[in-house]
């Protein structure tokens, strides 16, 4: 329970604040178009999934969700795949160089993406991926892969180095270790880290809208291009952005705890 | 942890390595040839020293985008950390509330950056959005798309709703750390709310604070896609930063140059942050392991 009024009045205001733009866009999404531009209701007076019709059933749209997936899984496998081994290096050993290493890594999560699009679109021409989910796969590696080794080094500093003296004397051998005993024991970072690779891929817009045209396009691209004949078709628009919201929204509650962890970079 | 000296280690590191130098290196090494080289077309390129930054350096559109960037950065800063704390501190403190607290309020943290960009346009445009219709049957001006001052406002508002729940989720967890022997202390003390506040809570939290105002420092810094999605940059250029400037500038108008020259300096200074962000790290484990 609340401990008193005053807090209770607080997040309520709050809370409320955060839903109503959420729930209008998914009252519009149920709406017609007609309605939407006509009659001005706080509920949809009309109910219709036709806008949600729509998307599944037009491949220019949900092709767009198809690329993205696509391309967004292919990042988040590359990304933790070549994460964990350098993660468990910062996290257990000094080497040269580790803190130069670990501190480049941060300036590419915080680099801004502007400032690669065009360099990224001349490279993925010259090498013919271009239009490939493989580019943009590649280019989310930019800040994914440091973000996953930050997040994983965060998880991993936590488990102590007897478990992995322990693992030698017993006969271990490094691989063996690491994937029998090790990768369990942080089972919950990988999850996390590979929650926000997959979070932070499928929200960029810049990067994918550049290195893609019609093969690969991603649904963020699709929604910035929905001008038709007749104006703006705002009931599908609405109804895209709900779908979009929608991967992220079924794993909120299995992270909950460890949001701000994973924002922070494994700090925290 | 004590760390074992070993460059062997290199190796674990390696794969890491290539596949961001892949996607760092190679584009920034490109980004470096543009901004000191000059061209008539036909991939004939000339010297031209430090030109461009130069030209950039003095031009009234970069100070322009610049100024409206900085000025944004700070006026979100200023609204969301405090609202940030005071959130947090409201926040229930376990059980069943305290799980629907954190699920919803990490709903708009995870929604694509397009789409709350789509949500704020949805919900403020005066013909169809419940904010600016009740605005306009309440007799209050307002129509984001004509107006520079009501652009700002919907977009301030919009990264308000957007990013202030990562401050207070970071906070939270600050809080959650404080021992309740703290307060049991500060209670027998009779110390007022505002003392618990300033002397237990405030200290306990400056570490995920200063977290808190780095990142949010930095992604509003780079902010691109929802002003996009929402107003273009527009009207005119009030809203233009520098991110966005910047793209309209290299794949809009192909002015490589410049553009060049311009992502370079805008580097240096995401560098500067993120070294500032980096020490404050490593300062904070050096405290927590000690």
Sequence with gaps: MMKNRGSLITMTLYLLFLLIPIYWLINMSLKTNTEITSTFSIYPQTFTFANYVTILTDPSWYMGYVNSMIYVVMNTVISITVALPAAYAFSRYSFMGDKHLFFWLLTNRMSPPAVFALPFFQLYSSIGLFDTHIAVALAHCLFNVPLAVWILEGFMRGVPKEIDETAYIDGYSFPRFFIRIFMPLVASGIGVAAFFCFMFSWVELLLSRTLTAVNAKSIAATMTRTVSASGMDWGVLAAAGVLTIIPGALVIYFVRNYIAKGFALGRV | ?290
């Design chain 2, 1 to 290: 942890m004590e760390k074992t000296q070993n460059n062997k280690a290199w190796f674990l590191v390696l794969p890491v390595l290539i596949v961001v130098a892949f996607s760092a290196v190679i584009p920034l090494m490109t980004v470096v040839n543009y901004s000191v080289n000059d061209t008539f077309g036909q991939n004939d390129f000339f010297w031209n020293g430090l030109g461009w930054f130069e030209e950039m350096i003095s031009s009234d559109r970069m100070h322009a985008a610049l100024g409206r960037q900085v000025l944004f950065s700070a006026i979100i800063l200023a609204i969301e950390v405090p609202l940030g704390i005071f959130v947090a501190l409201n926040m229930p403190k376990k059980g069943f509330w305290a799980s629907f607290c954190l699920v919803l309020m990490a709903l708009p943290l995870l929604i694509p950056f397009n789409v709350v960009g789509t949500i704020w346009q949805i919900f403020c445009r005066i013909d169809i959005g419940l904010l600016g219709h009740s605005l306009a049957a309440i007799g209050i001006d307002y129509n984001y798309t004509n107006d520079a001052l009501d652009a700002w406002i919907t977009i301030v508002v919009m990264d308000v709703w957007h990013w202030t729940s990562l401050v207070a989720l970071l906070c939270y967890a600050g809080l959650q750390s404080i021992p309740q022997a703290y307060y049991q202390a500060a209670k027998i003390d009779q110390a007022s709310r505002w003392s618990v506040f300033r002397y237990i809570e405030l200290p306990k939290m400056s570490g995920v604070l200063l977290i808190a105002v780095l990142l949010r420092f930095m992604d509003s810094f780079m902010i691109y896609t929802e002003p996009f999605v929402l107003t273009g940059g527009g009207p005119g250029n009030s809203t233009t930063f520098l991110s966005i400037d910047l793209v309209k500038m290299a794949v809009g108008q192909f002015d490589l140059g410049p553009a060049a020259a311009f992502s370079i300096m805008y580097f240096l200074v995401i560098l500067l942050v993120s070294w500032v962000f980096y020490t404050v790290m490593t300062t904070l484990d050096a405290q927590e392991t000690k």
